[in-house]
């Protein structure tokens, strides 16, 4: 059977892309409710908000963007708040006072690893999760480590891998890849290798999206493409 | 790790060999960069610290 191939460009520290999760998981529910019969393929692909962010930061989300970053304290709380709401409107707990701020490349690296091995859509899972919701830090190996087992994976395989970076390479390849689509911001969706969709939007343009490259795909009648 | 709901009607994983995971990321998944016909407008995001504040919309449930 054919497949539609989403890619999502996306940031484990991305209030919107956990978000934007929910709303594509819904998209796609909403695809098959409306007939749509292609099986439906969604790979992540990284994405850093703030590579310059330390893995250890002594403080909340909060004081990171206010103080190390220069923005008005009152914006940064509306900004979470008003976050904070909509996440919960889609069944997330976000809690930001207990969110330990890091830099993501090490959890980009896990990502690139649990998709070597089938993994990935739980990962990420786990890692949103693990971030928004539990207050886990995840820039450290060993936390990596611990919630990459929680998927399913080796952690001896993921420490090793964190210790001698075999896949940051794929993680540059990966905003590279960004930054010749134009991706400035996240969550960034590509349905079927044509169409782009910016941002968190609602479901029904994710199902609009897999339906159109349905009806593509039936108004080209055969000696295309195979995977 | 992700429940039934969370992974509801997304297929099933394809591993991604090694060799396309540490060497090019999804080369067949993105051919003829960057011709995307974009859908939906632009959608609330983050670009580098700053994330967009939640239109004022109904929600939908």
Known sequence: MSVITVDVWSDVVCPWCYIGRRRLERGVQRYREQGGMLEV??????????????????????????????????????MLDQVTDVAAAEGLAYDFPAAQHTTTLAAHEVLHLAAAHAR?????????????EEGRHIGRAEELAALAADVGLDPAEVRAALADHRYA???????AQARAYGISGVPFTVVDGRYGISG?????????????????????????SGT | VSGPTTDAG????????????AGAATPAAL????????????????????????APEPRER
């Open chain 2, 31 to 54: 051919p003829g960069l960057p011709a995307l016909q974009m859908l939906g407008g632009d959608g609330p995001g983050c670009v580098g610290d700053a994330c967009d504040l939640p």
């Open chain 1, 41 to 78: 393929e969604v790979v992540y692909h990284s994405f850093l908000l703030a590579p310059d962010t330390p893995e250890d930061f002594d403080g909340s989300v909060a004081d990171f963007l206010a103080r190390h970053k220069g923005m008005p304290p009152e914006h940064v709380q509306l």
């Open chain 1, 169 to 175: 390479d794929a993680v540059q390849q990966d905003v």
């Open chain 1, 120 to 132: 990935q859509g739980p990962m990420v899972e786990r890692l949103f999760r693990a971030y928004f």
């Open chain 2, 10 to 21: 997304i297929a099933t994983e394809r591993p991604i060999s090694p060799t396309t995971a």
């Open chain 1, 200 to 224: 968190a939007q609602d479901a029904e343009v994710f199902a609009q999206a897999l339906a159109q490259a349905t009806s593509d795909r039936q108004a080209v009648p055969t000696g295309g």
